[in-house]
């Protein structure tokens, strides 16, 4: 199957990688807004000005849309649906309704297939969250995150005068995590379930004091939290904190009808964040082919996928090796 990148930051960069693990995908072309001839890639797809990318309407099979949730996805995915069958990570958990509702609409009136929210959460974790609720459905969720730098408080920190440049973890509280594990069915609040520590480097003669009171006190993103604040050399900061690594915990606790207490947990530890959902969004991208061509169409999520979708094996083989 023929695969297009849309958009060249770390998430298109390790779809690139992601692509060379699937032989029976190849990557053909790279769509950036930056001008094309000034792009370094580390594959021989075409690099093609983002301008030009509907001359490759039958030149490619998956689109997958590697932009922020923020701002380009909620406009780039249904647009881009109306060409090409597409995959997305849109991560706006709040928004999710209302970006499917948007995209269905786009996909069906053209006959594609578009796969959104994919990744690990929203994604893996989702499905995870799914099965659970679906095996003890007297019991309680409880998702913790981390510990892993949370790329869009990162961002969030830089944007305020005076910094340079940061990272920002996000950490579980240990004692909560025991006490979801010790069957507790504790109830908390967000400060009691997660810290967050921020590595910041602060610009030559800025106010270090207004930076942390600044840091500390953003709603939604610090404010809810104990958070804490280190200054720190750029040296240090590309030395120490250069990766972008990442994951969490799903667990459910229940009890079935003998009243007898089970925990169901599913964890991932991952070193590079984007590396590891652009090989979730390259799964799933063998998905959305194999349903088109089944003559499927409209707007999927990772729950209306069947898991054999997403193997490189036969059904006769996955009944053999993983069953």
């Not at 881009?80 to 509702?101: G, L, M, Q, R």
């Not at 869009?152 to 005076?162: K, L, N, Q, T, W």
């Not at 998905?287 to 499927?296: D, H, Q, T």
Request: glycine residues 8%.
């Amino acid at each position: 199957m023929k695969i297009g990148i849309l958009g060249y930051g770390n998430l298109g960069r390790g779809v690139e990688f992601a692509v060379r693990q699937n032989p029976d995908m190849e990557l053909v072309a790279i769509f950036t807004r930056r001008k094309p001839e000034e792009l370094k890639i580390n594959s021989d797809a075409q690099v093609v000005s983002l301008s030009e990318i509907e001359n490759w309407k039958d030149k490619i099979d998956v689109l997958i849309i590697c932009s922020g949730s923020a701002n380009d996805l909620p406009v780039q995915t249904p647009k881009y649906a109306e060409i090409f069958n597409v995959v997305d990570s849109f991560d706006n958990h709040a928004k999710i309704p209302t970006h499917f509702e948007n995209v269905d609409k786009s996909a069906k009136a053209n006959g594609k297939v578009a796969m959104i929210s994919v990744g690990w959460d929203p994604g893996m974790f989702s499905l995870n969250r799914v099965y659970a609720n679906a095996v003890l459905p007297e019991g309680k969720d409880y998702t913790f995150w981390g510990k892993g730098i949370s790329q869009g408080h990162s961002d969030a920190i830089r944007r305020i005068a005076g910094v340079k440049d940061a990272k920002q973890y996000t950490i579980p509280v240990e004692s909560a995590l025991q006490a979801v594990r010790n069957c507790e069915n504790p109830t908390f609040t967000a400060r009691e379930m997660h810290t967050r520590e921020c590595f910041v480097v602060a610009e030559d003669g800025a106010d270090k004091a207004r930076i942390e009171n600044e840091i500390k006190n953003m709603p939604n993103y610090f404010e809810p939290y104990n958070t804490t604040v280190h200054f720190i050399s750029e040296q240090e900061l590309k030395e120490k904190h250069g990766g972008i690594p990442h994951g969490g915990f799903v667990i459910r606790v229940g009890n079935t009808a003998g009243d007898k207490n089970h925990i169901i947990e599913y964890s991932l530890k991952l070193e590079s964040n984007p590396e590891f959902t652009s090989s979730v969004l390259v799964a799933y991208a063998r998905a959305v082919y194999r349903l088109a061509k089944e003559g499927e169409c409209g707007c999927k999520t990772v729950f209306d996928i069947a898991p054999k979708y997403l193997s490189q094996k036969s059904n006769e083989e996955l009944r053999k090796s993983m069953l």
